[in-house]
């Protein structure tokens, strides 16, 4: 049953936020007890229908077109008895045309790092008292940020913030077997970094995701269905009189997946930010991913 909850916490909690200020996995990676050393690999693609401004009002794309692919590699481990850690990066390839012309690019993603900790375990059955978690995580400025001088528009070759960031997370996990639930809060603070010619302030990412993992008889098939809420707060620009605007997007997450043998799972989501929530300030992406997990216990 850990094998298949990593799974699940690692693929879902990934699933890329659309703002215009780049794209960073919303949330983070937790263990189960009794697994010393999880690797993950992932491969997804993202295609975005349009852009929602300050309003409700949502505009299609008809004449552009956004792809984004982003090989992902994911590693966690368990230092000792309740303690983790995990790490996460990526690269990420950016595909933008329009009636005006084409172009890619490549660039790894921020990296991010952190140390889990299993502050309340379970260690006797209650049908309301959830196993929670309590994560110190770190951003690694290795992305390429939409200050950055960029040669494609929409920001299709942001690949992070590109800033320091350090944020706690709070994660409670349930098992009434072979239904699993979880809850994954997250706030990363941004510090402040001068780019080339712009200075941008000090900013929070947020995250709130609720997930549900249910395994089948059938071949052991499991099936994910998960709701994130993804938040960026205000920026202040140096070269703008008026601070960036609150971005916003709500993602829905269905998946499958499958244990192989003892070692390998694999599976595959779809997430859709077009279909819940009030958007803000973002693009908003249809995202198709797969992925294979290896677990050592």
Known sequence: MGRILLIFIFVSFRAWGGSCCGQVPTSFTV???????????????SETEGRVFNSDDFYVWSDKERVIQTYQLGLAGSLFYRHQIFFNTSLQQGKYSDPGGAGVSQHLSDTQVGYTYETLPEYSFSYWKPIVYFSLIGNLPTGKSAYEKSDLSEGADVTGYNQWGLGLGVTLRKVYFPLTLTLQVKTLKLFSKQFES???????DHSVAFLS??????????????VTFHQISERKVSTVNQPSGVSQSTTVLLGLQKVLTDAWSGGVTYADETLLGRPRNTVLNKTYSLYFNYSYF
């Open 31 to 45: 263990l189960s007890q009794e697994q010393p050393l999880s690797v993950l690999a992932s491969y997804s693609l």
């Open 198 to 204: 712009v200075q941008v302030s000090d900013f929070y």
């Open 213 to 226: 993992n249910y395994v089948t008889r059938f071949y052991d098939i499991g099936f994910n269905l998960g």
